[in-house]
């Protein structure tokens, strides 16, 4: 059966979230979205109901059983499909008016051009050399980028071109190397600093398997991932790029917060002397984790 589309009553909802004429805006803004599985995807499916207008989506991968426990466009019918072609697919499921360009494996060739005309970007791959060209790429052409720690616990952080990256805040060892140069030695060590950092300023640790979480620090295992925290951090990204595209403050700048939903409470950096202090006790913790001790 045919169903008549009218984007004015498709977003009529959104009406007292959001006034008539920020939903014209969020109609004309173009969000880039590299990494649709994930907390990529999450945000995408919100994004879209929401109303963005235009999309620039990437990703590289193709959609797997291993998939199904947690990205929202991923279904038995897409398993083994591209996962940005399938995600276009669904998206115009929900607004067939929406424009979306998709890419592919070939998406670093054109990222230039699409942060440019992107008004925010948006992290969702797990890929330490894909994020550190948009970043890099973002920084340049003056676009904040929204990202999301790898933690159990749901996290969201804004990086404006003004502020460190996470190159720079965690002390990553690829500084001044090229994108496409990274080692597996240097992509450990960028997620043993973003695990230190995840563990110093939030309490998840409290809420996983320890002996589980060292084998992931340590490469010998998958990262671990869980549908209500993936899908309730993409929600936590999409509105920061609903207010970003709306010219909106969260409060949420590059260090970000951390949501406990086993308290609840929100999680908030800790003062950096006290991080100080806390580094070299948490990277020895970190160690025997990793080692199985």
């Not at 004429?21 to 590299?34: H, K, L, P, S």
């Not at 929204?146 to 002390?171: K, W």
Request: charge should be positive; include cysteine; hydrophobic fraction near 45%.
């Amino acid at each position: 059966m045919s169903v008549a589309f009218d984007y004015r009553e498709f977003t009529t909802r959104n009406i007292g979230f959001v006034s008539e004429a920020e939903q014209q805006r969020i109609a004309g803004a173009t969000v880039f979205v590299c990494g649709t599985g994930g907390m990529g995807g999450a945000a995408l499916l919100a994004l879209t109901r929401a109303g963005i207008g235009h999309f620039i989506i990437a990703d590289l991968d193709r959609f797997d059983v291993s998939n199904l426990n947690r990205q929202v466009f991923a279904f038995l019918g897409t398993v083994g499909r591209d996962k940005a072609e399938a995600t276009a697919e669904l998206m115009r499921q929900i607004n067939p008016t929406v424009q979306i360009e998709v890419f592919g494996k070939d998406w670093p060739r054109t990222v230039e051009d699409s942060v440019r005309r992107a008004a925010v970007v948006v992290n969702g791959t797990d890929d330490l050399a894909a994020g550190l060209l948009l970043y890099r790429t973002a920084r340049k052409l003056g676009k904040p980028v929204i990202d999301a720690y790898a933690s159990p616990l749901p996290s969201v952080y804004v990086t404006r071109p003004d502020q460190q990256s996470p190159e720079e805040r965690l002390g990553y060892p690829t500084r001044g190397k090229a994108w496409d140069a990274i080692t597996r030695e240097d992509r450990d060590a960028a997620f043993q600093a973003e695990v230190i950092h995840v563990m110093i300023h939030s309490s998840s640790r409290h809420h996983v398997d320890l002996a589980v979480a060292g084998e992931v620090a340590a490469g010998r295992r998958s990262r671990m991932s869980f549908a209500p925290m993936v899908i309730t951090t993409g929600m936590m990204m999409a509105y920061e790029a609903i207010a970003l595209v709306l010219g909106k403050s969260t409060g949420t700048d590059n260090r970000g917060w951390f949501f406990n939903p086993y308290r609840p409470a929100v999680e908030k950096p800790r003062p950096a002397i006290v991080a100080a202090v806390m580094r070299p006790i948490v990277r020895r913790f970190l160690q025997k984790m990793m080692d199985g001790a």
